[in-house]
């Protein structure tokens, strides 16, 4: 099975199935043959998306943009404050600390991730 994304203005805006037998081009599977498919029926511009990430950085999602100078998608920024790097992920304004930490977006820090637990007799 191959998956496409649809996209609008650089964004996904749905992510589809199709089968196999719809990207052939005497006998062989060609991209362009699956963004047509995908075309004739939704309309639209559509890329391929690989659900193992083996191209395309990684699988697209509804709301993860679409670079395509660097033919990439990109996952949407978890906090205003992350940057992106040049690997074309997320990064937090400071590094997160060894151990179970979480980021808070209201602070701006790293917290300790708590874990309580309960014992019933």
């Known amino acids: 099975m191959a998956h496409f994304a649809h996209i609008l ?4 805006t749905n992510v589809i199935v199709i089968h196999n037998d719809e990207l052939l081009i005497d006998g062989l599977e060609n991209e362009q043959a699956g963004r047509q498919f995908c075309h004739s ?6 890329i391929q998306t690989s659900y193992n990430n083996n191209f ?3 699988y697209a999602g509804i709301g993860y943009t679409y670079d395509s ?21 997320w990064q937090p304004p400071t590094v997160k600390p060894v151990g179970d930490y ?11 991730a708590r874990v309580i637990l309960y014992f019933c007799r």
């Open 9 to 12: 203005d650089g964004l996904v």
């Open 41 to 46: 029926l939704y309309g639209g511009e559509w």
């Open 69 to 89: 100078d660097a033919d990439v998608f990109i996952t949407p920024q978890p906090y205003p404050s992350w940057t992106l790097d040049s690997n074309y992920d």
């Open 102 to 112: 979480y980021w808070n977006g209201s602070t701006l820090t790293w917290h300790v």
């Open 56 to 58: 395309r950085k990684q």
